[in-house]
């Protein structure tokens, strides 16, 4: 399996970016998808995770009501798209598969991860 993410650049502070995630290899459709970021000398962290159907979300408190993950089973591709961007959201962005139901927020339930897509902000 493999995972290519994309849509990351630069952007002004309030400004927008939607990232999208691509799997190759074995369909998407029965792992919970999840979006992580890292920021240099900070842990990789949780940003938004979905259900294999796409019924149910999670949200990190820092991007809930700004942030959206959706996934495209028959496109085998996942999306997260941020809206209102701030300077703290500026990170390595990290789409992941985990071969699992619910919500699984640590990294080390993910099986599958990108290469990661950088997100800067300007202020």
């Known amino acids: 399996v493999q995972l290519q993410a994309s849509g990351g650049g630069l952007v002004q502070a309030g400004g927008s970016l939607r990232l999208s995630c691509a799997v190759s290899?074995?369909?998407?459709?029965?792992?919970?998808m999840g979006w992580f970021r890292q920021a240099p000398g900070n842990e990789r962290r949780v940003v938004a995770v979905?259900?294999?159907?796409?019924?149910?979300?999670y949200y990190a408190d820092s991007v809930k009501g700004r942030f959206t993950i959706s996934r495209d089973n028959a496109k085998n591709t996942v999306y997260l798209q941020m809206n209102s961007l701030n300077p703290e959201d500026a990170a390595v962005y990290y789409c992941?598969?985990?071969?699992?139901?619910?919500?699984?927020?640590?990294?080390?339930?993910?099986?599958?991860w990108g290469q990661g897509t950088l997100v800067t902000v300007s202020s």
């Open positions: 992941a598969a985990a071969m699992t139901g619910g919500l699984p927020t640590a990294p080390n339930w993910y099986n599958y």
């Open positions: 290899g074995r369909t998407v459709a029965y792992y919970a």
């Open positions: 979905i259900t294999w159907s796409g019924g149910s979300t």
